[in-house]
Antibody, heavy 117, light 108 residues
């Protein structure tokens, strides 16, 4: 079955960096767009970034543009999110999500990123 | 950017009752709308896509309807496990594909 397992979250100081990873299994990873979606504590969902199956296109929310970089390694069936210049407002659970037809058909369990001094 | 507004913010019902949740888009999204369920401490789960198609494994007490700007998620007979937060999301045109702010379905 489809599994998405995130890792790399943790506590980081404002201005710091963090790299999230997502290990995919149970499906043909290279055939699917993938995305990172986040949820601040007690808040709603925000689409952070997505990447096409062949890495031909990427999208970033305005709130992270220029600071976050999404990438993937189809051979390793892995998705990444490099987060630089982190701010307090980036504090959230970050979900790795498989995209099918532009909707989110499978979600990982999430990894918590806390930005605080 | 398309804005989705969900109503009500909180819905208090009892098991066995019928739930009707609304999602309104600021401009037409055709039928490019999905619904998700999120329970405390868990990731969201896809319920409905294409406004009215149930995702794999979703019970038939869940149904979606609507097109254009007005959409409805109906739970015909509430089970105890259905009390959760529900989000709608559009995927029309190009990103960003925004989410609604959510409706909390709580036990009365």
């Amino acid at each position: 079955q489809v599994q998405l397992v995130e890792s790399g979250g943790g506590l980081v100081k404002p201005g710091g960096s963090l790299r999230l990873s997502c290990a995919a299994s149970g499906f043909s990873f290279s055939d699917y767009y993938m995305s990172w979606i986040r949820q601040a504590p007690g808040k709603g969902l925000e689409w952070v970034s997505y990447i096409s199956s062949s890495v031909g296109s990427r999208f970033y929310a305005d709130s992270v543009k220029g600071r976050f970089t999404i990438s993937r390694d189809n051979a390793k069936k892995s998705l990444y999110l490099q987060m630089n210049s982190l701010r307090a407002e980036d504090t959230a659970v970050y979900y790795c999500v498989r995209i099918y037809g532009d909707y989110c058909d499978h979600w990982g369990q999430g990894t918590l990123v806390t930005v605080s001094s | 950017e398309i804005v989705l507004t969900q109503s009500p913010g909180t819905l208090s019902l009892s098991p066995g009752e019928r739930a009707t949740l609304s999602c309104r888009a600021s401009q037409s999204v055709s039928s490019y709308l999905a619904w998700y369920q999120q329970k405390p401490g868990q990731a969201p789960r896809l319920l409905i896509y294409g406004a009215s198609s149930r995702a794999t494994g979703i019970p038939d007490r869940f149904s979606g309807s609507g097109s254009g700007t007005d959409f409805t998620l109906t739970i015909s007979i509430l089970e105890p496990e259905d009390f959760a937060v529900y989000f709608c999301q559009h995927y029309a045109a190009s990103p960003p594909y925004s989410f609604g702010q959510g409706t909390k379905l709580e036990i009365k």
